[in-house]
């Protein structure tokens, strides 16, 4: 699902319309099954707007927000079997647009007509999932899963060596003593065996944070043995009984220790990001600075805070992003009013190759909307 989503938000970035509007549209569905109840009528209250938009077309843009309107409301049904998800929808535009997208975990409910699909709230969905691998150990047989989006991508069970019963006293316990010891490497090898198969899967298929579950004794003497460069990737370890954990219950401790996680990350980046700015490091914090900083392709990270939306301006022949407009600042050319320049700022940043990050946890950077960290000092009077 990750890559099909990566692809779609590429596909998306590359659609631009010169005379209908496209129309991108995004509903949170929660898990239950009255919500279904709920859609028809959030569908009608986001795209009643749009009548007034209306007004400002030509006939042939009027016609096409119509009939993208209304293809949407004939959606209600297929939307609605998405209960637990986010739905992203995107129609219309002078090359017919017609994208439906399940996202994993909710989106906010907008709608925005514009020459482009609003792409903001389906770049903080992927922004919030990681390569995880989750090890489920046990001295005798250990599992590995690696998933992302809740979507298994590769797994492993590694089994040792049977080891002869313990309680076997011969003479004078000495052999009872031998068991333990050869039962202890047999363990050892195992672990060793097993942090050498997750090394393998970091290379075939990339890993960015790594759970480690079992007995408490038995996490230990696994992580004692794990290399420096694997342990730094261990974000969390917890307790299961290995023989009644499911693949159900493995999933579901899974994702709470990855949202767990991205809100630990989420608020450690705000932290240093608005430190370095305190000591006059290459950051920009506020909305002014982070905008003019894009503009000179100096961001190397953005940071976004909630979703409020910023309108703005985008001028479509030298890419220069402002809050005032209609004039672009930068080269004279009239420039295109925006309903949300957040979303224009993360096309930009990404077109760079900067990257971004959306922050859903509350922190201090709520007050500010934007930050970045920068490859150079932008200055104001650049």
């Not at 975990?105 to 907008?110: I, L, N």
């Not at 190397?300 to 220069?320: D, H, K, R």
């Amino acid at each position: 699902m990750m890559q099909e989503l990566q692809l779609a938000l590429q596909r998306l970035e590359q659609q631009a319309s010169t005379s209908a509007p496209i129309l991108s549209l995004y509903l949170n569905l929660q898990p239950a099954i009255e919500e279904r109840r709920t859609v028809g009528a959030r569908l009608r209250n986001l795209l009643e707007p749009f009548q007034d938009l209306e007004t400002k077309l030509d006939h042939d843009g009027r016609m096409a927000l119509r009939w993208a309107t209304q293809k949407v409301l004939d959606m209600e049904a297929e939307i609605a079997k998405n209960t637990g998800h986010g739905v992203g929808v995107f129609v219309g535009g002078s090359s017919e647009i017609d994208e439906f997208l399940t996202l994993p975990r909710k989106a906010w409910d907008v709608a925005v007509a514009a020459p482009r699909p609003y792409l903001r709230p389906l770049a903080a969905a992927l922004d919030q999932f990681h390569q995880v691998a989750t090890l489920i150990l046990d001295p005798r047989r250990s599992l590995i899963r690696v998933t992302n989006m809740g979507q298994c991508l590769d797994q492993s069970e590694i089994e040792s060596e049977p080891i002869r019963k313990s309680d076997y006293g011969g003479w004078k316990g000495l052999d009872e003593h031998r068991v333990r010891q050869h039962a202890e490497e047999v363990h050892r090898r195992h672990y060793r065996e097993v942090g050498e198969r997750l090394r393998k899967m970091k290379e075939n298929v990339g890993l960015d944070v790594v759970f480690v579950g079992g007995r408490e004794e038995t996490v230990a003497a696994f992580l004692h043995e794990l290399p420096n460069g694997l342990r730094s990737l261990v974000a969390e370890t917890f307790i299961v009984d290995v023989n009644t954990e499911t693949d159900g219950t493995i999933a579901k401790i899974t994702a709470e220790l990855e949202e767990a996680f991205e809100i630990r990350q989420e608020l450690e980046l705000v932290k240093q990001i608005i430190e370095t700015g305190q000591e006059g490091g290459l950051v920009t914090v506020g909305v002014d600075d982070t905008i003019r900083a894009a503009n000179f392709d100096a961001i190397e990270l953005l940071l976004v805070a909630g979703t409020s939306m910023i309108p703005g301006w985008a001028c479509g022949n030298c890419g220069w992003l402002a809050l005032s407009g209609p004039v672009c600042s930068a080269c004279g050319s009239e420039a295109t009013a925006v309903d949300d320049i957040v979303d224009s700022l993360l096309i930009k940043v990404r077109g760079a190759g900067g990257r971004t990050e959306h922050i859903a946890a509350a922190s201090d950077l709520d007050q500010h909307q934007l930050a970045a960290r920068t490859r150079f000092q932008v200055s104001a009077f650049q």
